[in-house]
C-alpha cells in the first residue's frame, strides 16, 4: 500500500479553533455595521418623507384658504406642539380622512397661525427626537431644520 495515500486520523487539515473564531467575529462586525447603516438609511428615510408631506400640508393649506378664506390651524400662536392628535385633525381636515399623513413615520405634525391669522407654519417634530429632530416649513415653501425653528 501506498505510505502517502493513507493518513491517520489526527493529520487531516481542516481550520483550527481560532481561524472559527476570527471568521465569526468578522462576520458579527460586518453584521453590527449594516445593522446602524441600515438603521441611519431608515430614519434619513422618514424624515425625507416628513419634508414631502409638509409640502403637501402647505399644498392643501392653500386650497383650504381658497375654499374657505382661512387657513385651518391647530394653534393659534405662532407656534404649536406636533401631537398624533394634531396630525389626525389635518387628515380628517385638509384630506378627507386619508391617512396621508401615516402613523408609522415617528414624526408628528401640526399647522401654527403666522402674520395674524394671514398666514401658516407647518412644524414636525420626531417623537422622542432632540432639538435636531424638529423641522418648520412657512407658506412661502421655506424649510428651516432644528435651531433654525425656534
Known amino acids: 500500500m501506498n505510505k502517502?495515500?493513507?493518513?491517520?486520523?489526527?493529520?487531516n487539515p481542516g481550520f483550527s479553533l481560532i481561524e472559527l473564531l476570527v471568521t465569526i467575529a468578522i462576520i458579527g462586525v460586518l453584521a453590527a455595521v449594516s445593522v446602524v447603516s441600515y438603521t441611519s438609511y431608515i430614519?434619513?428615510?422618514?424624515k425625507t418623507t416628513?419634508?414631502?408631506?409638509?409640502?403637501a400640508v402647505a399644498l392643501a393649506e392653500s386650497e383650504w384658504y381658497a375654499e374657505t378664506g382661512s387657513y385651518l390651524v391647530n394653534s393659534e400662536d405662532?407656534?404649536?406642539?406636533?401631537?398624533?392628535d394634531t396630525v389626525e385633525t389635518i387628515n380628517e381636515s385638509l384630506f378627507a380622512n386619508e391617512d396621508?399623513?401615516?402613523?408609522?413615520?415617528?414624526?408628528?405634525?401640526c399647522v401654527?397661525?403666522?402674520?395674524g391669522g394671514g398666514s401658516f407654519q407647518i412644524f414636525?417634530?420626531?417623537e422622542?427626537?432632540?432639538?435636531?429632530?424638529v423641522m418648520c416649513l412657512n407658506r412661502n415653501g421655506s424649510l428651516r431644520e432644528g435651531d433654525e425653528c425656534g
Open 4 to 11: 502517502e495515500s493513507f493518513k491517520s486520523p489526527g493529520s
Open 43 to 46: 430614519a434619513s428615510s422618514k
Open 50 to 55: 416628513m419634508r414631502s408631506l409638509m409640502q
Open 78 to 84: 405662532e407656534t404649536c406642539n406636533p401631537t398624533t
Open 100 to 109: 396621508v399623513i401615516p402613523n408609522d413615520l415617528e414624526w408628528n405634525m
Open 112 to 115: 401654527a397661525s403666522a402674520a
Open 124 to 126: 414636525a417634530e420626531k
Open 128 to 133: 422622542g427626537g432632540g432639538a435636531e429632530d
